[in-house]
């Protein structure tokens, strides 16, 4: 039996269970040559993705209705006709939500079971790590001694963001949701300090109070009024890395904010948004220095890991409510 999930309608703000479609077909797929059987084992499940689903113009095609979404898989090639992959490989890509699928292995490639856990390269070793890498050091140029906050800190992004700074001599400051996250960056991640949104009235005042010296670098995972308040509390030549809004990413109509500019001319303050994918060329360098950190133990990793090839929808849609420590990941 092959199991699929389609996109069925767009989302109207935060998306429910009745946007997907659940199929099952009682099918035999066969491969011909330059092909391959793939069994699909960890689903990634991601922010962007409610980007893909709505049609509005992006830097990527949205999805089509009736149509499997697809997002960063690890599969096991179970059948293979293609030169490049054996049976028993494991390969990591985008891929569609399907618990099998036949492919020809463009832009997939093998990963190493026998180096990481499998889940690790859709995490650390994966998209979010070198988002938080690349984003960090390519656009916040992060200096020792400098104080740099995270917003989503607790997050598949923000938690390695937060460690990186750490390695590199920052004073790290994180914002999430619940105290228990907020105790995880403490203990887990060796943050200096972390601040609970929800629950702090002033954020303006918690973050100064908190960056006694100011903010240099801010990396910005949510947008909306968390990013506002780090705003009034930048240095002179601070630089902000936009890489995430998803405060934002279910409003129906455009977000009324504060106006940055005016808080970019008296600091001259950099504020840069950026695709991962615009790095391309530094991914193999930056998931050496990854692998490095994580082998030498100065880099660690938190996974939420829901069971259940079923629960994928589930499992998007409990990014928006925080319910993720570290990577979101399904398990199939
Ligand atoms: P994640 O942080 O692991 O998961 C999302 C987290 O966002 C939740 O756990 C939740 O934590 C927080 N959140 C949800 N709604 C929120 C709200 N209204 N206000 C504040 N926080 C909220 O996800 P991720 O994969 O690491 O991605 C983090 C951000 O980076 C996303 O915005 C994503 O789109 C972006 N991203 C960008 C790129 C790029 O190339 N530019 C690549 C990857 C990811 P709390 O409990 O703390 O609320």
Not at 84 to 112: A, I
Not at 130 to 136: D, I, P, R, V
Not at 138 to 160: D, F, H, M, N, Q
Request: proline residues 4%; glycine residues 10%; hydrophobic residues 40%.
């Amino acid at each position: 039996m092959i199991h699929t999930i389609l996109l069925k309608h767009r989302p109207k703000g935060k998306p429910s269970i009745s946007d997907f479609e659940f199929i099952k077909e009682d099918k035999e797929l066969t491969i011909t040559d330059g092909e391959m059987l793939l069994e699909t084992l960890y689903v990634s499940v991601d922010p962007y993705l409610r980007g893909r689903m709505s049609d509005a113009k992006s830097y990527v095609e949205p999805f089509e209705l009736d149509k499997p979404i697809h997002s960063g898989i690890i599969a096991k090639v179970i059948e293979s006709k293609n030169e490049k992959f054996s049976e028993g490989d494991y390969v990591s890509g985008r891929l569609d939500w399907k618990t099998k699928q036949v492919s020809k292995g463009e832009e997939l490639h093998k990963v190493d079971p026998s180096k990481a856990d499998l889940s690790a390269y859709l995490g650390i070793l994966g998209m979010t790590g070198l988002t938080a890498y690349l984003g960090l050091t390519e656009i916040g140029k992060p200096k020792e001694g400098e104080t740099l906050v995270v917003s989503g800190a607790a997050g598949a992004v923000g938690s390695v963001v937060g460690q990186i700074g750490k390695i590199l001599g920052l004073r790290v400051i994180g914002i999430a949701g619940t105290d228990e996250k907020i105790d995880m960056l403490k203990s887990k991640f060796g943050f200096d300090a972390g601040i609970n949104y929800k629950t702090t009235n002033d954020m303006k005042a918690a973050i100064k109070e908190a960056a006694p010296n100011g903010v240099d670098v801010y990396f910005d995972n949510v947008g909306g009024e968390i990013s506002d308040a780090v705003l009034f509390n930048i240095n002179k030549f601070a630089r902000t890395i936009n890489c995430g809004a998803i405060a934002v990413y279910n409003n129906t109509e455009v977000p009324t904010s504060v106006s940055v500019r005016p808080f970019l001319i008296k600091n001259s303050a950099l504020m840069q948004g950026f695709i991962v994918s615009n790095f391309e060329d530094k991914f193999p360098d930056a998931i050496k220095q990854l692998s490095t950190w994580l082998g030498d133990g100065k880099l660690t990793y938190s996974e939420t890991i829901v069971e259940g090839f079923e629960n994928i929808p589930q499992a998007f849609i409990d990014l928006f409510d925080g319910k993720n420590k570290g990577k979101m990941v399904v398990k199939v």
